[in-house]
């Protein structure tokens, strides 16, 4: 029959279609392979909030270590390569090798079917326990008796699947970090947490008011393997090695070393809150104070003078400046800073080849944004100076460009300084936005130190106070040049 | 010096100016009078073209100011303004306020448009308030900060658009004789003025304007004992 003959002919050409597009980037990348030499260093991405694979060694300069750092080192010296980490959230991880930017991934990460739709796994080299985590006296030992109960779960990790698998759960909540588990818990909104074992364990030393019950481990789906991009080369030189690592005990040693002892009695600190326990990391959390001075500095300096510029262009009386600077007021006021922080880090690599680094992206989307907002408050502050002011520089022939800097600029300027500390008193607490893509500003170490000690409250009490006197000597310096360029009153 | 023909000015439908045609010699004295809005002040405006004329020709020592390619900055530097409310750049001390056009558009040196500031200031009688800041002074003060302004640039050409109306009348004599003392040192100027007997003793002709037109061109003797037009008598009644 016709029909038949056509449905034959959709499925081959789809076929061919799926099969250039599954070979097409395995293909270019052996054509790469063939004309350079190997890469000397790989670099692997990874989410260092993850004790004991991954986390900051907030007390050691910030190195990161943990198992998954260890495997990894022993297996790129097996095959003669350099490791270099690259540190940023979890949930961007595989955007991140997409984009060329990180040549795998060792983060706990498990080969889940939805993952393996877009990067390939190596074979699996650890196979973790789901745990319950719960306050003392509620005794949840088994998937049944979750049942009717809130799950918490971190967001894209394999948990979240078991919590969804529990019948008749009566939420299941999806958090960020796993000191936000704890603070849910905690805070009663969340009956019970899954997470898997090494995390529970840490979980309840840090917390003497909860405990932890295993589930039966699942061999099948629950190992942690090594992503790489579809069609990578490395999967099958890193396959060997991990077999080896399982045969020369390599991998036990290594085990061993970072699960001490699983079984261990409690430490137990029931203090809701205890600053004893940043010991250690504060000098780690201070560096971060530069950061985010650093970052604030070059985005409102980037804000202010594109910010001036649009504001000329909007009054310049010249139609396409004036729509330009329209319309750039108009998108940059009218979409949420981190989507374009999000869009300006992860998509100029793909567009332009360039390697934006975080900082350098941070800095810009800020900027741009800020400038946004600050063209709207210069040109009021510039149309704010009386008009003779203009018409006695110009009588006087001095030129436009001189004008507006030395005349109309200090006035304007004077007019909106109240407004402008404004902005630097936004970009400071909005600047936090900007550990998402892994600066390592206040936020970004707040939450590291979080992950480490397991608890919620106290980095975060810690570095609310350090924004708190970052805004409040910014503004009495604001107060003080407002006195200064007074005087002439 | 100044040459002037069939000068128009219209804001939307509104015609300010309907056709103004002189000439003024060098050193001459203008006092410009008639009735509000009779375009005293938009007449000396076009002339160093804060307002654009609709239609005419303006010259200047026989550079055309209203030519499409005139170097109008340049025109500009030689015409000097004082404006009715003095417009002094208010985060600038009185003599960094006179020093700023020579050291930034003549390009000359600092330390010499400070001595020549200082000499300006000493002339209009207000050495002392070199380092004030222009709020610190009287309105009179400031009119004369104004002047002593102007002169830095050594214009040709000096317009006052109504220097004095924005005065307390204690302090109008102040800036009235600093004018006169000028006028008298053979500067070219354009007075827009209610002072009636200070454009009789200080001027050399009186424009008479009203409704847009130059109505009557008089020395001071005779428009102000034999004017000719209705027009005005009748203004010469009211304000005298």
């Known amino acids: 029959m016709n029909k038949h003959k056509l449905h034959v002919l959709y499925v081959s050409l789809l076929t061919m279609v799926l099969l250039i597009v599954s070979f097409g980037p395995a293909l270019s990348v052996f054509a790469e392979e063939a004309t350079e030499l190997p890469k000397k260093t790989l670099v692997m991405g990874t989410s260092p909030d993850f004790p004991p694979y991954e986390s900051v060694d907030a007390k050691n300069n910030g190195?990161?270590?943990?198992?998954?750092?260890?495997?990894?080192?022993?297996?790129?010296?097996?095959l003669g390569y350099e490791l270099k980490i690259a540190s940023m959230d979890f949930g961007g991880?595989?955007?991140?090798?997409?984009?060329?930017r990180v040549d795998f991934i060792m983060s706990g990460m498990s080969a889940t079917e939805e993952r393996k739709q877009s990067v390939d796994f190596s074979d699996p080299y650890y196979f973790a326990r789901?745990?319950?985590?719960s306050k003392k006296d509620s005794n949840y030992n088994s998937i049944e008796s979750l049942s009717g109960k809130i799950i918490g779960a971190q967001l894209g990790s394999v948990q979240e699947a078991v919590a969804y698998s529990v019948e008749d759960a009566a939420e299941v909540r999806k958090?960020?970090?796993?000191?936000?588990?704890?603070?849910?818990?905690?805070?009663?909104?969340?009956?019970a947490a899954i997470v898997e074992d090494a995390v529970a364990v840490e979980m309840t030393n840090a917390n003497g008011q909860l405990v932890m019950n295993f589930l039966p481990a699942e061999e099948n789906d629950n190992g942690y393997a090594i992503a790489f991009p579809k069609g990578s080369p490395y999967v099958a030189e890193f396959n060997t090695v991990i077999a080896q690592m399982q045969e020369n005990g390599k991998l036990d040693e290594l085990l061993l070393k970072w699960f001490p002892d699983a079984n261990a009695a409690s430490k137990g600190n029931n203090k809701l809150i205890d600053f004893s326990?940043?010991?250690?990391?504060?000098?780690?959390?201070?560096?971060?104070?530069?950061?985010?001075?650093?970052?604030?500095?070059?985005?409102?300096?980037l804000g202010f003078i594109l910010g001036s510029l649009l504001s000329l262009c909007k009054i310049s009386g010249i139609k396409p400046l004036e729509w330009f600077a329209t319309a750039y007021t108009s998108i940059f006021r009218g979409t949420p800073l981190l989507v374009q922080l999000m869009l300006i880090y992860y998509a100029t690599p793909q567009l332009t080849g360039y390697d934006i680094p975080a900082l350098l992206a941070a800095g810009l989307a800020f900027g741009l944004n800020s400038a946004a907002y600050l063209s709207e408050t210069i040109r009021a502050g510039i149309m704010a100076v009386d008009k003779g002011q203009r018409e006695a520089a110009i009588a006087l022939g001095i030129p436009y460009r001189k004008m507006m800097i030395s005349i109309i600029f200090p006035q304007a300027l004077r007019n909106i300084l109240p407004a402008l500390v404004n902005e630097c008193v936004a970009l400071i607490k909005e600047s936090s936005l900007v550990s998402v893509i892994g600066v390592a500003d206040l936020?970004?170490?707040?939450?590291?130190?979080r992950a480490s000690t397991f608890r919620s409250f106290e980095a975060l009490l810690l570095i609310a106070a350090i924004y708190y006197v970052l805004v409040l000597v910014l503004t009495s310096l604001a107060r003080m040049l407002e006195r200064r360029l007074r005087r002439s009153d | 010096m100044i040459n002037v023909d069939q000068l128009t000015k219209s804001f939307g439908k509104n015609q300010v100016l309907k056709g103004i045609t002189t000439s003024i010699r060098k050193g001459e004295v203008v006092a410009l009078i008639g009735p509000s809005g009779s375009g005293k002040s938009t007449f000396l405006r076009c002339l160093n073209l804060l307002?654009?004329?609709?239609?005419?020709?303006?010259?200047?020592?026989?550079?055309?100011?209203?030519?499409?390619?005139?170097?109008?900055a340049a025109i500009r530097q030689n015409i000097g303004m004082v404006f009715q409310h003095f417009h002094l750049f208010p985060h600038m001390t009185v003599l960094q306020n006179i020093t700023f056009a020579p050291t930034q558009v003549k390009g000359m040196s600092l330390a010499e448009a400070q001595d020549k500031g200082m000499a300006l200031l000493a002339k209009v009688g207000l050495s002392d308030k070199a380092d004030s800041y222009p709020s610190k002074l009287s309105g009179g003060q400031k009119q004369r900060v104004a002047i002593a302004r102007s002169l830095a640039m050594e214009p040709e050409i000096m317009l006052f658009d109504e220097p004095t109306s924005a005065l307390d009348p204690e302090m109008v004599k102040e800036v009235l004789n600093v004018i006169k003392d000028l006028a008298d040192s053979g500067m070219t100027m354009l007075i827009v003025t209610h002072e009636m007997k200070f454009a009789r003793e200080a001027a050399d002709t009186i424009y008479f304007l009203d409704q847009g037109l130059l109505v009557e061109k008089a020395t001071p003797e005779q428009f102000f004992t034999q004017p000719k037009s209705d027009r005005a008598i009748r203004f010469l009644e009211q304000v005298l």
């Open chain 1, 443 to 449: 936020m970004r170490r707040a939450d590291v130190v």
């Open chain 1, 277 to 301: 326990i940043l010991q250690g990391y504060v000098p780690y959390i201070m560096k971060g104070v530069g950061v985010t001075l650093l970052f604030t500095l070059v985005s409102a300096v």
């Open chain 1, 63 to 78: 190195e990161i270590i943990g198992l998954d750092i260890d495997i990894a080192k022993y297996i790129l010296s097996e």
């Open chain 1, 130 to 133: 789901n745990t319950i985590v």
């Open chain 1, 93 to 100: 991880l595989i955007a991140a090798m997409q984009s060329g």
């Open chain 2, 51 to 72: 307002e654009v004329p609709t239609s005419g020709f303006i010259s200047i020592n026989g550079d055309e100011l209203t030519a499409p390619k005139a170097n109008v």
């Open chain 1, 175 to 191: 958090l960020n970090k796993i000191a936000d588990l704890i603070q849910e818990i905690n805070s009663n909104r969340v009956d």
